[in-house]
Every structure is written in structure tokens, then in C-alpha cells.
């Protein structure tokens, strides 16, 4: 574990990270500019307004991607989607051949 200052919408912050130094600062980064962001869309200036509101947006957008992620195939390439949608075809058809093959035994 490192101590480590990172620099959040303009304040300094003495952290202890398990994670890499490189790591911790590219999470650091990514927050700050998640609240500049919501400062510019909101149009406040108030830090704590500004921490909720931007810890509202990344839970938004969590599980926006967690949607997205139990549709999978919205978020690929078309020839990967098509890919995978056949090999679920294919799935489909062999689970119908097992259950024949069952019903002959």
C-alpha cells in the first residue's frame, strides 16, 4: 500500500492505495473530469452539490453499461454479433439433437 496525492476538481488528497500509483491517478483523473463535467452541466459551483451530482452520474452510467452488458450484443461489432448469434443457433440446434437422442435411448 502507498500513500499517494492525488488532485481532485482543483483540491489535494492524501490517499492510501493497494492499487498501482499509475492505476489510482487514472481513477483520479477520470473523477475529476466526471466533475468538471457535471459542474459545466449544472452550473453550480458548490463542491458538496457537485460530489453528490457526480457520484449520481457515475452510478448512472454503472449501471447504464450493466444494462448494456446483459443486452451484450448492443454494445459489439455487427460481425462479432453475428458471429455469436450463430453460434447460438448452433447451440439451439444441438440442444434439439440431444433431446432426440435422449428420447431414443
Known amino acids: ?3 499517494i496525492t492525488i488532485k481532485i476538481h482543483g483540491r489535494d ?3 492510501n492505495s493497494f492499487k498501482d500509483e499509475e ?3 487514472k481513477l483520479a ?3 475529476d473530469e466526471m466533475m468538471k463535467s457535471v459542474e459545466k452541466g449544472a452550473g453550480s459551483t458548490d ?10 452520474q457515475m452510478a448512472h452510467n454503472y449501471f ?12 459489439w461489432d455487427p460481425e462479432f454479433a ?6 447460438k443457433n448452433t447451440e439451439k440446434e444441438l440442444s434439439k439433437l440431444d433431446t432426440k437422442t ?4
Not at 447504464?64 to 454494445?75: A, G, W
Not at 453475428?82 to 453460434?87: E, G, L, N, Q, R
Open 82 to 87: 453475428k458471429v455469436i448469434a450463430s453460434i
Open 47 to 56: 463542491y458538496l452539490n457537485l460530489t453528490v451530482l457526480t457520484m449520481l
Open 23 to 25: 492505476y489510482t491517478r
Open 64 to 75: 447504464e453499461m450493466e444494462r448494456k452488458s446483459e443486452d451484450s450484443t448492443e454494445t
Open 102 to 105: 435422449a428420447k431414443v435411448r
Open 1 to 3: 500500500m502507498a500513500e
Open 13 to 15: 488528497y492524501k490517499i
Open 29 to 31: 483523473t477520470y473523477c
